[in-house]
């Protein structure tokens, strides 16, 4: 397993940008596929965005596409997410996590470690 940790998360005004980051330890960092997952209060956590291990695919969920960028640098253990045009509904505790698939999926259950969350406000 990985050990994850997330940073870059505050309050933001809707129309704002954020970029949030997940510093990964572990020599086996490149060979997971990462992603991005979201969990409003009283609600599920809902998968945000995928990448595979060496970055060359990625995927979002279809509700925040163009909106949202998934990168890594892998030489960095560190993968990111870059949100634009933050609406409120963005407002949440965001996780990153690992998993030993090769293809991102939507299942939480498919990712096998997680980081702490960050939290991400966007005021109206």
């Known amino acids: 397993q990985v050990q994850l940790v997330e940073s870059g998360g505050g309050l933001v005004q809707a129309g704002g940008s954020l970029r949030l980051s997940c510093a990964a330890s572990?020599?086996?960092?490149?060979?997971?596929?990462m992603g991005w997952f979201r969990q409003a209060p009283g609600k599920e956590r809902e998968f945000v965005a995928g990448?595979?291990?060496?970055?060359?695919?990625?995927y979002y969920a279809d509700s925040l596409k163009g909106r949202f960028t998934i990168s890594r640098d892998n030489a960095k253990n560190t993968v990111y997410l870059e949100m634009n045009s933050l609406k409120p509904e963005d407002t949440a505790v965001y996780y990153c996590?690992?998993?030993?698939?090769?293809?991102?999926?939507?299942?939480?259950?498919?990712?096998?470690?997680w980081g702490q969350g960050t939290q991400v406000t966007v005021s109206s």
């Open positions: 572990g020599r086996t960092f490149s060979s997971y596929t």
């Open positions: 990448i595979t291990w060496r970055g060359g695919i990625t």
């Open positions: 996590a690992a998993s030993r698939f090769t293809q991102p999926t939507m299942n939480p259950r498919s990712y096998d470690s």
